[in-house]
């Protein structure tokens, strides 16, 4: 008995009426699977396009707000720290 092999089978996609393909994923009883993947369009690519820079826009924001909510803390941290030392300062100075 020999060992035959199955070749796989290039089948090249359908068009649809507009001549665009479309995505389409087919599966038969012996497990082959054929996927049929459209190109992007000129509305797909934009929509891909502004989506993007919409993450990246809230992104931007939530980056500046963390910055805006952190700027106070560190500013007065910074105006604590100089007025011990010079507090320290005064204290030691006045011996």
């Given at each position: 008995m020999a060992d035959e092999r199955v070749e796989p089978e290039?089948?090249?996609p359908e068009k649809?009426?507009?001549g665009e393909q479309r995505t389409r994923?087919?599966?038969d009883g012996r497990g082959t699977e054929r996927i049929y993947i459209a190109q992007?369009?000129?509305v797909g690519?934009?929509?891909v396009v502004l989506i993007t820079g919409l993450?990246?826009?809230a992104f931007f924001v939530l980056l500046l707000s963390t910055m805006l909510i952190?700027?106070?803390v560190l500013?007065?941290?910074g105006t604590a720290v100089l007025v011990i030392g010079m507090v320290r300062a005064f204290l030691r100075g006045g011996r």
């Amino acid at each position: 008995m020999a060992d035959e092999r199955v070749e796989p089978e290039i089948i090249p996609p359908e068009k649809s009426q507009r001549g665009e393909q479309r995505t389409r994923v087919f599966i038969d009883g012996r497990g082959t699977e054929r996927i049929y993947i459209a190109q992007p369009g000129s509305v797909g690519s934009i929509l891909v396009v502004l989506i993007t820079g919409l993450l990246l826009a809230a992104f931007f924001v939530l980056l500046l707000s963390t910055m805006l909510i952190w700027l106070p803390v560190l500013i007065l941290i910074g105006t604590a720290v100089l007025v011990i030392g010079m507090v320290r300062a005064f204290l030691r100075g006045g011996r």
